[in-house]
């Protein structure tokens, strides 16, 4: 289902006004009709990101109940909307959402009402603590739809481990390299035991954040979840991420005595494989998100192991490098 409701498109209009959203517009979308029993409408609720392939802006990896979601939609007249649907390069997704907020915020200005006023300077300081991120992830602050505790996540999850990703992919296909690091002999043994050490923290910060923090963030059952602790677990979840994929880069672009090679060898993809763990929380949360009202109970079990027969493999290798040094 990519199409808006009928009820999402009555309410684009009416938080429109019933006003195009393109500024340099800002036409009147609905009026009297020559049969006095009817009125005229020349407004229509528009997809940000398009709703099928081929479309304008259509970002292939939302799922179809994202694109027909209120967030995903803005009012415009027919004409604007042709126009900004012909040239997505003219008229990309950030700008559109930049046309809907500010129009939103004009129109609740002009209703004139001080508690109106009041509530959008609310939500514009709230707003300023998600400066950094999409414009996408501040809509669903703004119209705050079915499920936007776990919306907001995977969306912020998706924009800060999208780099992370790209960065973990180019290492893996040797696309770039970084300065080498000579590794002595007597180095060596106090390299390992930082570099395990380090590994272990990292895993263990991920998973209180992603079986505790996040969780938490969300609200108990029946109650709103926080916005600010949201981001905050998903910039950590970022950040450890990014240090897991830092620690592959130490391994792999360090310069160790050859005694100590088989055990570089073991250790490569140690980090990376907890990495591509983490990309699965967002996707996770995509599928169940497919469903316009998600419900019932779901689960994750995300497990940050090593892979079989590495303990033993790594010991080995280590001790066979100690009777050589």
Same mark, same amino acid.
């Given at each position: ?62 799922? $179809? @109940? ?18 900004? $649907?012909?040239?997505? %390069? ?31 300077? !609310? ?5 300023? *603590? ?7 992830? %501040? ?14 996540? @995977? ?26 690091? *000579? ?8 390299? =390992? ?5 380090? @590994?272990?923290?990292? !895993?263990?910060?991920?998973? =209180? ?32 991420? %990014? ?19 088989? !055990?570089?060898?073991? =250790? ?58």
């Amino acid at each position: 289902m990519e199409d808006f409701t009928r009820q999402t498109v009555d309410v684009l209009a009416k938080r429109s006004a019933n006003t195009c959203a393109n500024p340099d517009c800002s036409a009147i979308t609905s009026g009297p009709a020559s049969d006095e029993s009817k009125a005229l409408n020349v407004g229509e609720a528009a997809h940000i990101f398009g709703a099928r392939p081929g479309s304008a802006r259509f970002d292939e990896s939302m799922t $179809d @109940a994202t694109r027909s979601n209120i967030t995903n939609g803005i009012w415009l007249c027919r004409n604007c909307h042709k126009v900004v $649907d012909a040239d997505s %390069q003219k008229y990309p997704a950030d700008l559109l959402f930049e046309w809907r907020r500010t129009h939103e915020e004009q129109v609740a200005q002009d209703l004139g009402r001080t508690g109106s006023r009041l509530r959008q300077k !609310v939500l514009d300081r709230k707003l300023e *603590q998600f400066s950094n991120c999409s414009y996408l992830a %501040q809509q669903i602050i703004i119209d705050k739809p079915d499920a936007w505790e776990y919306r907001l996540t @995977a969306e912020l999850l998706k924009s800060e481990l999208e780099p992370i990703r790209f960065k973990w992919h180019a290492l893996q296909s040797e696309l770039y390299a970084l300065p080498v690091t *000579q590794i002595s002999k007597d180095q060596c043994a106090e390299w =390992l035991r930082m570099i395990l050490r380090d @590994a272990s923290l990292q !895993v263990h910060a991920l998973g =209180l954040l992603v079986n505790k923090a996040i969780i938490k963030a969300w609200g108990e059952p029946g109650q709103p979840g926080s916005e600010l602790e949201i981001l905050r677990a998903c910039t950590l979840i970022a950040q450890a991420t %990014q240090r897991l994929l830092d620690w592959e880069e130490r391994v792999r672009f360090s310069h160790l005595p050859e005694a100590f090679e088989a !055990v570089q060898v073991e =250790l490569i993809n140690v980090a990376g494989n907890q990495i591509d763990k983490i990309f699965e929380i967002p996707r996770w949360l995509s599928e169940i998100l497919n469903d316009a009202k998600p419900s019932g109970t779901h689960s994750l079990t995300i497990t940050f192991d090593l892979p079989t027969g590495w303990v033993e493999r790594t010991t080995k290798a280590i001790a066979s490098a100690s009777k050589r040094m």
